[in-house]
């Protein structure tokens, strides 16, 4: 497959032209992902680790061990990297996928509050803006 500087695609068969905002906000999206994906696995191992950053709400509705999240974060930060690495590499499964882990870390970090209040904010924002990144309209035509 070549490509030029317009965003046309050159395949076997056909050709095929992608918007260039909608290219541009999937490599955002990826970015995002994937530096998303790293913290939160540096997020899980520091929870499973008990580090004393993190606060304790007593008698929240979605208690949980910190331990617990740990590994809840640590497994879903893995998948959100490899996703957002396969983004890069062009995968269409990814953008799927991609949706729907940013979907699971916005649950995740909504009942994870407690414990880390502004950071859990911020990734529930990155989080709805992958979502809206991989979801935008893409204009596709095949010759």
């Not at 497959?1 to 990826?30: I, K, L, P, Q, Y």
């Not at 990814?94 to 407690?114: D, Y």
């Amino acid at each position: 497959m070549a490509s030029n500087v317009s965003g046309t695609r050159h395949h076997g068969t056909g050709t095929r032209a992608e918007s260039t905002w909608a290219t541009s906000w999937t490599v955002a999206a990826a970015v995002l992902m994937t530096f998303g994906g790293i913290m939160a696995i540096f997020q899980g191992i520091a929870a499973i680790a008990e580090d004393d950053v993190f606060v304790s709400t007593r008698n929240f509705t979605y208690e949980f061990s910190l331990t617990g999240w740990g590994w809840v974060h640590l497994i879903l930060g893995a998948l959100v990297t490899a996703a957002g690495i396969a983004l890069f590499q062009g995968a269409t499964w990814a953008r799927m996928v991609g949706v729907a882990l940013a979907g699971l870390s916005m649950i995740a970090n909504f009942v994870w509050l407690p414990y880390y209040p502004v950071w859990s904010i911020v990734l529930i924002i990155i989080d709805g803006f992958i979502i809206w990144a991989l979801c935008a309209p893409r204009r596709e035509s095949r010759a």
